[in-house]
Structures are given as C-alpha cells and as structure tokens.
C-alpha cells in the first residue's frame, strides 16, 4: 500500500509540474511529501490475563506544513509500520483536499483488540496516550478513531494526556463523546459526507436517485451510517457484508434491522459472499472496509458503473487503472471519506472556542466544505482530462507544495 501512495503521488506530480515555473524546488517539494517528518515507534506494555505483555506501537507524522497533524489511530493485528505511513501520508492529502487546516498523520498498534477484555483495551489505551504524550497536542498533533477504535478509547487517552500535562486540552482528541466534548454528527461524519458526496455526483452526472443501486462491502461505523443515510435520501442499497459475507436483497436490505442483529451478536442472514458483493449489477459500489479490496484479481469482475471509496485505499494501483480505462468512475478516499476529518475539524474548532454547534450546523457546514471540494476536483478533472483521483491528488498536492514553498521549507 506504501508503494502504490508514492507511486501515486509521483505520477500525479507530472500534471502539476506544469504549473510551476521554479521546477527544482518544485521537486524538492514533492520529494519531501514522499517523505513522513516523524517516525514514532516503539512497543506498549499492557496487562493481558494477569501479565505484562508488549506490543509494537507507531505514531507517524506526515507532513504539518498546512497545520497541525491529524489523524486517526488503529487497532489491528494487520497494522505494520508501512501501512501507518501510506495512511499519514494520506490523511495530508485528504486533509488539503477538504481544505481543512491540518497535516497527516496516523497511529496504530499491532494487536487484536476484540481478544481483549474491556479493562485490556483500557491499560492498552492508556499506555499508547503516555507512548505518544510527548509528540501531540492542539497545536502540534491531534489524533482521533480509526478502525477498531471509538469514543471511549478516546476518553481514555485524552484522560491519561490531560493527567500527563496537568491542564484540560479536550481538542487534543476529536472524537470524543459529547460528555467530554465532542461534536454532534461526529459518529455519522464519515458516512454522512460520503452520501453528500454520492448525492452531488448524482447530480453532476444527472443520475435519478430512485433508480440507483448500491452495495456497500463494510458493516462497520463507516458502511452502517454510509448505506443508512443513502437510504434515507431514497437510494435503493440492495447489499451490505461484514468480514463474514453480505446480505443481497435486489429490492433493497433493512439496514437497521440488520444492524440490530449485529449489535445483539447474531448472524447476519448471509446469502452472498463478499466476492459476490463486488460483481453485483448495480449503480454506484462502496467499499467501506479495509485497503485493497479491489485488486487485479476481482476488478475484471466489477459491473457496478461507479466506485465511491469510504475505506482508505481499497483500491490497489492496477486495479484503478483497469477502471479508469473502462470508464468506471472512482469516487477516490481522500475526497468520499473526508467527512470524518472534516467534522473532527468542526469539533477542535468548538473545543478551541468553547461554544457548541447544533447538528443542523454541522451538517451544513459539512455539506458545504464537501460539496466544494468536490466541485473543485470537477473542474480540474474536466479541465486536465484527469481521472477523479488525478484530480484529486492535483489539488491536494498543489496546496501542499504552496504551503512547503510559503514557509520556505524547499
Ligand atoms: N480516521 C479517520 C480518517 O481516516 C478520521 C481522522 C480524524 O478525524 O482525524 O479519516
């Protein structure tokens, strides 16, 4: 995954090179991006079954050229130090996509967190606060959830923070819960932005609401608020799977009830595999999951018309460049997912100002930041005959690059 986020910044790079005029600093600015400013790593000892165990921790610190870093924090056996730097590098992407004033970056620990006891997770989110303690803050780096990780364990890390500096600093962590104040509309953001996302691009493209399908691969807080709220706005979602499978329905799945199951620990009525999920006939697929989801083994198989990408990197380098070559449109990460950093941003601006917004602010400010971003990448995609990612990628790193340059970084 780290090779193709270089790969993809390097080539997309070339496009924007013709802007520049001073072309030697201009790839020096792209080398740096390459580049993450701070490693962070180390092993976290934590009380499992009575002992002491360790395990491998990272914090990595893309870029804070446009502000502060920000970024989620992962709890995953399959988290490896590459992985954490793709995913840094591209929250700076996203992050200057939105037009939101942050850097990237991201953090993780190597461990399965569902093997753990609710006491576990705590000492584990405790231990990782004191392991990064010294390299965050409000104005220096600001993490948040990612996969496997949520508002409690927010709490529990800005907890052991605030003891460790001797002052309350509650917009060092976003994504807290209300009580510790958090934002409303935080825990539907990344779902809620991706359908503001479909709902401009249906529009653009002048597809009809009512006759689209869409199938999300991902049951996760991202594919539940995703197809819930596609739902609500009168898109026919007719799949959704967990790591387990999916439930296909063509004329249309009971999100909530199925999300009923889940939390009450029964089985889903499964009747598709997730292989499945990818190849059904559909409008719009909606990877919500893991990274590399769509490789060059499935994506010959793909018959949907469109991809809207809410997990970060599901789509591998080949396999993107088979689609763009048949016309299959890729909503990319960066620009679909964004609505999770975005109101994250919306909470450290309350928490920095003291004063709560409503969820009809914050639903409409999201709606705007994302709606413009969007239209932006539009026009540069119909101006440069790029694909969405290209264009994507074009805005992010022009920014970047003009923010490096301003500070006389290059
Ligand atoms: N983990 C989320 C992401 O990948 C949110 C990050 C944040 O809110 O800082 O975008």
Redesign the pocket.
Known sequence: MLAAALKQIKDYSSVLAEDYEDKKTFKKAIDAILIPQRIIKGKISVNVDGKKKTFQAFRIQHNDARGPF?????FHPNVTEDEVRA?AT??SL??AVAGIP?GG??GGVVVDPSKLSKDELKDLSTSYAKFIAPYIGVWRD??????NTDGQVMSWMLETYEKKIGLLSPGTF??KPLELGGSLG?TE??GQGGVFVLDVYARAKGIKVKSSTVAVQGFGNVGFWFAKLAKELGFRVVAISDSKGGVYDKKGVDVDKLMRLKEEGKMLPINITNDELLTLPITFLVPAALENSITKDNVGKIRAKVIIEMA?GPTTSEADKYLYEKGIDVVP?ILA??G??????F?WVQNLSGYYWTKERVNLELKNIITKAFMDIYKVKTLKKISFRGAANYLSLKRMVDAMMLRGRV
């Open positions: 920000k970024g989620g924090i992962r995913l591209l929250m996203k992050c942050y970056a991201k600001v993490p948040a959830p990612d996969v976003t994504g935080r953001a990344t970060n990460d997912n964004s999770g950093v975005t109101v994250s941003y909470e």
